[in-house]
């Protein structure tokens, strides 16, 4: 069955970095949008990072400049490096899978990150 499974999370002093990873199986995964979101208590699902089967990603405004998302398409890997951590990434972050073809799509059941003194 599919399994996106996030790891990484923690509690990091602002300015800090963490490194999340996710581990996928069940899906042909080089042929999969992968991306990071994430959820802060009271507030919407927003897109963190998203990268396509090579190289090329895309970021939310917030996150530009500080985090990077990666991907080892051999180890069906996703990675998110998150610098210069601010209060306000605190946030369950969600590892998502989406078919460059079509709508099936995975979600991760979520890691936390906590941004705090």
């Known amino acids: 069955q599919v399994q996106l499974v996030e790891s990484g999370g923690g509690l990091v002093q602002p300015g800090g970095s963490l490194r999340l990873s996710c581990a996928a199986s069940g899906f042909t995964f080089s042929s999969y949008f992968m991306g990071w979101f994430r959820q802060a208590p009271g507030k919407q699902r927003e897109l963190v990072a998203v990268?396509?089967?090579?190289?090329?990603?895309n970021y939310g405004d917030s996150v530009k400049g500080r985090f990077t998302v990666s991907r080892d398409n051999a180890k069906n890997m996703v990675y998110l490096q998150m610098n210069s951590l601010k209060p306000e990434d605190t946030a369950v972050y969600y590892c998502?899978?989406?078919?460059?073809?079509?709508?099936?799509?995975?979600w991760g059941q979520g890691t936390q990150v906590t941004v705090s003194s």
């Open positions: 998502h899978a989406r078919w460059f073809l079509g709508k099936e799509n995975y």
């Open positions: 990268i396509g089967s090579g190289s090329s990603a």
